[in-house]
């Protein structure tokens, strides 16, 4: 069985500042893919950040990038400069390139303080 | 471009009765679409895989007779909450597998606001 898990219920980070989301996970597949995405109220789901397992380098996205330890099976992200418009519920997803299927993690709330 | 359009946004309905959710591919065909369930502050739970002309599956502990999911063209995937009680009440999300620069990727529909009075 696939695992997600994301032991941060909450964090909390200073404007500009930089703050580091966990995520580990578990499968038995090979070939994977893992994602973070981000909530807002509005609840509609947002691609941050995508990473494809056989790919050693970790991935960026402007102030997003990804620590990927495969052997681990951890992968966090890294928010950088943070903004106000930061704040939301981020989680972590593990998607079979098997199964199509997406798991996510119980989801990190991230506020941003002014 | 991949788009997922999930109708309606809110509902509110009597318990006994059945309500319906569509999520729409509009620029792409989704041969295969994801539902979730969410409550307030929680994870999103995988509910079922619905693929295009053939029966869905389920997650474990997920009924399917009360969750009744079809999936008859490659643009439409439908939700059924059959005889709807309060405990039914929570947001329900769709989501597709998108090709993403030769891989995978995945876009979600907006979400259904469900509340069973």
């Known amino acids: 069985a696939q695992t997600v898990t994301q032991s941060q219920p909450e964090m909390s980070v200073q404007e500009a500042e930089t703050v580091t989301l966990s995520c580990t996970y578990d499968t038995s597949e090979s070939d994977y893919y893992l994602f973070w995405y981000k909530q807002p109220p509005s609840r509609q789901m947002i691609l941050v950040i995508r990473?494809?397992?056989?790919?050693?380098q970790n991935a960026t996205e402007n102030r997003f990038s990804v620590n990927f330890q495969k052997a681990a099976k951890s992968f966090s992200l890294k928010i950088s400069d943070s903004q106000l418009g930061d704040a939301a519920m981020y989680f972590c997803?593990?998607?079979?390139?098997?199964?199509?299927?997406?798991?996510f993690g119980q989801g990190t709330t991230l506020q941003v303080k002014p | 471009g991949a788009v997922v359009s999930q109708h309606p946004s809110w509902v509110i309905c009597k318990s006994g009765t059945s309500v319906k959710i569509e999520c729409r591919s509009l620029?792409?065909?989704?041969?295969?679409m994801f539902w979730y369930r969410q409550f307030p502050k929680q994870s999103l739970m995988l509910m079922a895989t619905s693929n295009e002309g053939s029966k869905a599956t389920y997650e474990q502990g997920v009924e399917k007779d009360k969750f009744l999911i079809n999936h008859a063209s490659l643009t439409l995937s439908t939700l059924t909450v059959t005889s709807a009680h309060p405990e039914d009440s929570s947001f329900y999300i769709c989501s597709a597998r998108v090709p993403w620069k030769g891989h995978s990727s995945y876009t979600f529909g907006s979400g259904t606001r469900l509340t069973v009075v």
């Open positions: 997803a593990l998607g079979s390139s098997n199964t199509g299927k997406l798991i």
């Open positions: 990473q494809e397992a056989y790919k050693q």
């Open positions: 620029d792409f065909q989704a041969t295969t």
